[in-house]
């Protein structure tokens, strides 16, 4: 089946740890994004990336880091820098960058809790 | 300084009723449009797409139409099912000017009452 996998479903971590979301793509898609879902927030881009061993940073990138070295992988890392990092993260892809403006396909999210 | 706006946080509608659910834009650069529906703890799925080129594109039970001089779009649902229920956003971009992502809005919680 083709698909956009994101695990863990539930993750929780301790305050001031590192921790690293899995986005997984099986589309062949060239670009891949990051959200965040907050209540009443609707989603905040993070970051995106529209080529392997390329991103760019989002609206509210500060506390996180991703890394794109290979098409099928955009592995999203919440910092401790993160001052408010309790969320439910989003992973997206999409056929080809943004200039095309095509339609983005998401995964399952993750809730991070940090404790 | 919010692009897209979706005034209505909520909106409830009896079963086989239409739903009508509506999304402001600000910059007259967006010329794509898509709508996406979500259900809790889980990833939005997306729906329905209209381009600045045209002004009402249907599929199914849902329709969008596009009126470019209010940068006004609305998302109709009818008839409107129970399964229905979930948030809707909707989201902008730029086809071809530029490396601009989706812009998403708050979204509308709606609840389709049997």
């Known amino acids: 089946d083709g698909g956009i996998t994101q695990s863990p479903k539930y993750l929780f971590r301790k305050e001031g740890q590192n921790v690293t979301l899995s986005c997984e793509q099986n589309?062949?898609?060239?670009?891949m994004y990051w959200y965040r879902q907050d209540p009443g927030q609707g989603l905040r881009l993070i970051y995106y990336?529209?080529?392997?061993?390329?991103?760019q940073k989002g609206d509210i990138a500060e506390g996180y880091s991703v890394s794109r070295e290979k098409k099928e992988s955009f592995p999203l890392t919440v910092t401790s820098a993160q001052k408010n990092p309790t969320a439910f993260y989003l992973c997206?892809?999409?056929?080809?960058?943004?200039?095309?403006?095509?339609?983005?396909?998401f995964g399952p999210g993750t809730r991070l809790t940090v404790l | 300084d919010q692009q897209v706006k979706q005034n209505s946080p909520s909106l409830s509608v009896q079963e086989g009723r239409i739903s009508i659910l509506n999304c402001d834009y600000t910059?007259?650069?967006?010329?794509?449009f898509l709508w996406y529906k979500k259900y809790p703890a889980e990833g939005p799925t997306f729906l329905i797409s209209?381009?600045?080129?045209?002004d009402k594109n249907e599929d199914g039970r849902f329709t969008v139409f596009l009126n470019k001089s209010a940068k006004h779009l609305s998302l109709h649902i009818v008839p409107s099912q129970p399964g229905d229920s979930a948030v809707y956003f909707c989201?902008?971009?730029?086809?071809?000017?530029?490396?601009?992502?989706?812009?998403f809005g708050k979204g509308t919680r709606l609840s389709v009452i049997a």
């Open positions: 990336s529209q080529i392997v061993n390329d991103f």
């Open positions: 989201a902008a971009t730029f086809r071809n000017s530029g490396n601009t992502p989706l812009v």
């Open positions: 589309l062949n898609h060239d670009a």
């Open positions: 910059n007259s650069m967006f010329d794509y």
């Open positions: 209209i381009s600045s080129i045209k």
């Open positions: 997206a892809s999409s056929i080809r960058g943004t200039g095309s403006a095509d339609t983005q396909y």
